[in-house]
Every structure is written in structure tokens, then in C-alpha cells.
């Protein structure tokens, strides 16, 4: 097996995986399985939920197209979505609380050790 040979880089901030303590991958779907692979770390996780739990101001709103896809399950803002945007990457409501979900089950896993 290959190893990948380019550094894993959270979609969101920038920061390598070395930098933060977790990086969660976007969810292997078919639908969406030849898209750019996209990562979130757990800072990102972190503000992100923060940031969904409210309703979106009208601004941040209109400042996302409703032609915006979510970078992990590939559904776009006009279904009602919400979108927390980074870097030129999005992610809805949905698939950040699967991903914190993830992140927390890996943290907690680790705490056990
Ligand atoms: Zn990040
Ligand atoms: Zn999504």
C-alpha cells in the first residue's frame, strides 16, 4: 500500500495534522467519492458546531450562494442547509455533528487508554 505522499491539511484552517490533535475525513460516500478529499480538524469541529447551533445572520446568509455544495456529503445550502464556511470549503450541520460525534468517540477512546 502507498503511502500518501502529500501532507494532510484541515480544509478548514490550513493547519497539517501534526498541529491539532484530531482530523476527521470526509465520510467515504459513493456519491461523492472522486471530489477532492477534504478534511476538518477538531478546532474546526469545535467553532464550527458552535457556530451552526445559532441561526445564520441574514448577512452570512447571502454571503454563501445557494450554489455552494458541502464539501463532505455534497448537498447544497438551498435544501435548507446550514454552511460553515473555510478556505473555499464547506460543511453543513449535518455532517459536522457526524463528525463531532466521531471526534468525540476518538477522544474518549484515548482517555481510556
Ligand atoms: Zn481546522
Ligand atoms: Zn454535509
Known sequence: MAR???ITLCSFCGKSHAEVRKMIG???RPRVYSRPRVYICDNCITVGTD???EELSA???????KTVLCSFCGR???EGLKL???RGKFI???CITLCKSV???ELSAEMAT
Open 4 to 6: 500518501p505522499t502529500n
Open 26 to 28: 470526509k465520510m467515504s
Open 51 to 53: 457556530l451552526l447551533e
Open 59 to 65: 448577512e452570512m446568509r447571502q454571503s454563501i450562494p
Open 76 to 78: 447544497s445550502h438551498a
Open 84 to 86: 460553515f464556511a473555510g
Open 92 to 94: 453543513c450541520n449535518n
Open 103 to 105: 471526534l468525540d468517540r
